[in-house]
């Protein structure tokens, strides 16, 4: 008689093509569906056709919108209704809470996940105390806690986080097989009705504080006047006032007809392998997904000099860094033609080995198999 697989509820804020959501549908694609069955709870009421592809991979959603009144009950509701043995939990500190309601439940396995160096851009005073609460409650209740990058650790739970049992380093994982088909540049310029010749620039990444929406259109204003050819791709969604904000630099600099927003894209692969280079000047991250996309699709990266981006340069190709303090003309000169195109010139392929290394996607899901099938702690599961 067959065993039944082991439920696990990861939970995020929101649903999208992007970050936390995108990287667990990766790690969803490659698991035994004998022995795991995923449902990604949103905290939101936001999800769009993502939810298209979690049921395509064999997942389910479901919609908590966070409350401090109703939220409690229904989420208390849905771990007993569906007996989960496996809560995990991408909210940051807000982790915390989920996994009290999760050990209230006696739900054996509680996972708090950091997938940044830094919660917000703003921290008040109310989110300052709140977040003290908050990382007691992890401290208490979570039976393990990972992070995507030993940054986003050390930042989230502290330089020694090595000394609690409990932490561990998982990197993301991609399948580079997504990546295998040849560059379809030629149609990709024509679907955005840009020159044949165009020195095509390209960023990913939802419009959030983290990303520097506002330094990438800087950066690429300069790049332009370097290089006239010039254009840039702008993939993701997010944040209106964010979006706004980008339109109004956008236009302030002149360059409307030089930018194309593309909104939120299912064909990242595709676009990637298309573009001379990725732009990517964060101001903080955890691990960045785009830059290992990237790699895997051979495109070369200009991207800030963060620790987190630090650990993926030291294991993959095509990645240059630029600290944060460099001019925007100096960032320009860097992306007009990006070291590892100087190095290797024109003559032959750059290879990216992004699957010989830790990001390749078996790794990922063997360390988080390895993890909800671990007998917990013996950690209190109430409070």
Same mark, same amino acid.
């Given at each position: 008689?067959?065993?039944?697989?082991?439920?696990?509820?990861?939970?995020?804020?929101?649903?999208?093509?992007?970050? $936390?959501?995108?990287?667990?549908?990766? =790690?969803?694609?490659?698991?035994?569906?004998?022995?795991?069955?995923?449902?990604?709870?949103?905290? /939101?009421?936001?999800?769009?056709?993502?939810?298209?592809?979690?049921?395509?991979?064999?997942?389910?959603?479901?919609?908590?919108?966070?409350?401090?009144?109703?939220?409690?009950?229904?989420?208390?509701?849905?771990?007993?209704?569906?007996?989960?043995?496996?809560?995990?939990?991408?909210? +940051?500190?807000? /982790?915390?809470?989920?996994?009290?309601?999760?050990?209230?439940?006696?739900?054996?396995?509680?996972?708090?996940?950091?997938?940044?160096?830094?919660?917000?851009?703003?921290?008040?005073?109310?989110?300052?105390?709140?977040?003290?609460?908050?990382?007691? &409650?992890?401290?208490?209740?979570?039976?393990?806690?990972?992070?995507?990058?030993?940054?986003?650790? $050390?930042?989230?739970?502290?330089?020694? &986080?090595?000394?609690?049992?409990?932490?561990?380093?998982?990197?993301?994982?991609?399948?580079?097989?997504?990546?295998?088909?040849?560059?379809?540049?030629?149609?990709?310029?024509?679907?955005?009705? !840009?020159?044949? @010749?165009? +020195?095509?620039?390209?960023?990913?990444?939802?419009?959030?504080?983290?990303?520097?929406?506002?330094?990438?259109?800087?950066?690429?204003?300069?790049?332009?006047?370097?290089?006239?050819?010039?254009?840039?791709?702008?993939?993701?969604?997010?944040?209106?006032?964010?979006?706004?904000?980008?339109?109004?630099?956008?236009?302030?600099?002149?360059?409307?007809?030089?930018?194309?927003?593309?909104?939120?894209?299912?064909?990242?692969?595709?676009?990637?392998?298309?573009?001379? =280079?990725?732009?990517?000047?964060?101001?903080?991250?955890?691990?960045?997904?785009?830059?290992?996309?990237?790699?895997?699709?051979?495109?070369? =990266?200009?991207?800030? @000099?963060?620790?987190?981006?630090?650990?993926?340069?030291?294991? !993959?190709?095509?990645?240059?860094?630029?600290?944060?303090?460099?001019? @925007?003309?100096? &960032?320009?000169?860097?992306? /007009?033609?990006?070291?590892?195109?100087?190095? $290797?010139?024109?003559?032959?392929?750059?290879?990216?080995?992004?699957?010989?290394?830790?990001?390749?996607?078996?790794?990922?899901?063997?360390?988080?198999?390895?993890?909800?099938?671990?007998?917990?702690?013996?950690?209190?599961?109430?409070?």
């Amino acid at each position: 008689m067959l065993s039944q697989p082991t439920k696990v509820l990861h939970v995020f804020g929101r649903l999208g093509r992007g970050g $936390a959501p995108m990287r667990t549908l990766e =790690v969803l694609r490659h698991l035994d569906r004998q022995r795991y069955a995923l449902v990604f709870c949103t905290l /939101s009421d936001v999800v769009g056709d993502f939810q298209t592809d979690i049921e395509a991979s064999g997942g389910r959603v479901a919609r908590l919108p966070y409350g401090l009144v109703r939220f409690p009950a229904r989420f208390r509701q849905l771990l007993r209704s569906e007996r989960f043995g496996v809560v995990h939990s991408h909210v +940051y500190y807000q /982790s915390g809470n989920i996994l009290r309601l999760a050990a209230r439940c006696g739900v054996p396995v509680r996972v708090a996940h950091f997938r940044s160096s830094k919660e917000s851009a703003k921290v008040t005073l109310r989110r300052r105390l709140q977040g003290v609460v908050l990382r007691r &409650w992890i401290d208490r209740f979570a039976t393990d806690i990972l992070a995507v990058s030993e940054e986003a650790m $050390a930042e989230a739970w502290g330089p020694s &986080w090595r000394e609690d049992p409990r932490c561990r380093v998982v990197y993301n994982g991609l399948d580079p097989r997504r990546f295998a088909a040849p560059s379809d540049r030629a149609s990709v310029l024509q679907e955005f009705r !840009l020159p044949q @010749d165009a +020195y095509l620039c390209i960023h990913v990444g939802r419009m959030s504080a983290a990303k520097n929406h506002d330094r990438l259109v800087r950066i690429f204003a300069a790049l332009a006047r370097r290089r006239p050819e010039a254009r840039l791709l702008l993939i993701g969604w997010g944040e209106k006032r964010i979006e706004d904000a980008l339109a109004h630099r956008i236009a302030e600099l002149g360059i409307g007809h030089l930018v194309c927003r593309c909104g939120e894209r299912s064909d990242v692969p595709r676009l990637l392998k298309a573009a001379d =280079v990725l732009l990517f000047p964060s101001l903080w991250e955890g691990l960045p997904g785009a830059v290992l996309e990237a790699c895997a699709a051979g495109t070369p =990266v200009v991207a800030s @000099d963060l620790p987190s981006i630090r650990e993926i340069a030291s294991r !993959l190709e095509g990645v240059e860094l630029v600290s944060l303090d460099e001019s @925007d003309q100096g &960032w320009a000169m860097r992306a /007009s033609c990006p070291l590892v195109v100087r190095n $290797a010139g024109r003559g032959g392929p750059v290879r990216f080995p992004l699957g010989e290394s830790v990001f390749a996607i078996g790794a990922c899901v063997q360390a988080m198999c390895s993890i909800w099938d671990r007998p917990p702690g013996g950690l209190p599961v109430g409070d």
